[in-house]
């Protein structure tokens, strides 16, 4: 029985590493390809390996688009929406979590529903509104959209409904506000899920494309994902895959750091915050 258990740990191991391998292959390739020479296209050859190791599809990649410009605008366009989300969906899931009020299930029903409906459909009201605000080509109007968020509010709901009521009622024996109460009892008590958020809300936003590119005309506002886009367009016949690769590194650069160094915070923040 002891064999067979540590058999199937054994096959339980192998099958990770399988899945974890095959994940990451198109990391490798996107690595492999762009210090491949520009000369010798994927179509021809090895698809991994060229006859050297160049940085030329780098040093390209970096004069086409003025990235740090693109780093700052995506950093604001993350940094931006995240602190009103933060503060947007505290105040609703504390509202449904403890709140009573008239109409409080089909709220709720309806910000599950709003999970459900993928944000392109939305693109076109989302559009009218901010030409009709005069926000088009600013970087306010990027981030607009994402000020609420469903996921959020539904996270967040359920982590402050598992702290303990006596918690809030000893807050209000001692003399402290709303205000206080959400601040030092139940944001206090939910930093797991709160950084569970914050990765999911970071990590989509960076990689957004659709909306920023049809919402934004200026060079001085579009973030990195507009500005990768520019090395499709390098020549009349399509990309160099090379630079294009570069270019992609370039832009989840700071993504795949920021998980290798805090990788154990993040799955453990996922973890405690019910996140399967």
Not at 13 to 33: C, E, N, Y
Not at 50 to 74: C, D, F, K, M
Not at 113 to 131: E, K, Y
Request: proline share 4%; with cysteine; net charge positive.
């Amino acid at each position: 029985m002891k064999d067979k258990n540590i058999l199937l740990d054994r096959c339980g191991d192998a099958l990770k590493v399988a899945l974890a391998i095959i994940f990451l292959l198109p990391l490798f390739f996107t690595i492999l390809v762009s210090f491949r020479p520009e000369a010798e296209p994927v179509t021809n050859g090895n698809i991994f390996f060229g006859s050297e190791i160049t940085l030329i599809n780098y040093q390209r990649a970096l004069v086409i688009a003025p990235w740090s410009l693109h780093y700052l605008n995506s950093i604001i366009f993350v940094a931006g929406t995240l602190l009103v989300q933060l503060v947007t969906v505290t105040a609703a899931a504390y509202a449904f979590a403890r709140m009573e009020f008239f109409g409080k299930r089909i709220l709720l029903l309806i910000i599950l529903l709003q999970l459900m409906i993928p944000s392109g459909v939305l693109l076109v009201q989302n559009f009218r509104t901010i030409n009709m605000l005069g926000l088009f080509d600013t970087r306010i109007a990027l981030m607009i959209p994402y000020w609420g968020s469903a996921f959020g509010v539904l996270l967040l709901r359920q982590t402050f409904r598992e702290i303990p009521i006596e918690l809030e009622e000893a807050a209000h024996i001692d003399g402290a506000n709303l205000f206080q109460v959400i601040r030092h009892v139940y944001v206090t008590n939910s930093i797991p899920a709160y950084l569970a958020f914050a990765l999911v809300s970071v990590s989509s936003h960076w990689n957004e494309f659709l909306w920023p590119f049809i919402i934004t005309r200026s060079e001085e506002i579009r973030p990195l994902t507009v500005g990768l886009n520019k090395l499709i367009k390098t020549t009349d016949q399509g990309a160099f895959y090379g630079q294009l690769m570069a270019g992609t590194l370039i832009v989840i650069a700071p993504l795949v750091i920021l998980f290798l160094l805090f990788q154990r915070q993040f799955v453990e923040s996922f973890a405690r915050s019910g996140i399967r």
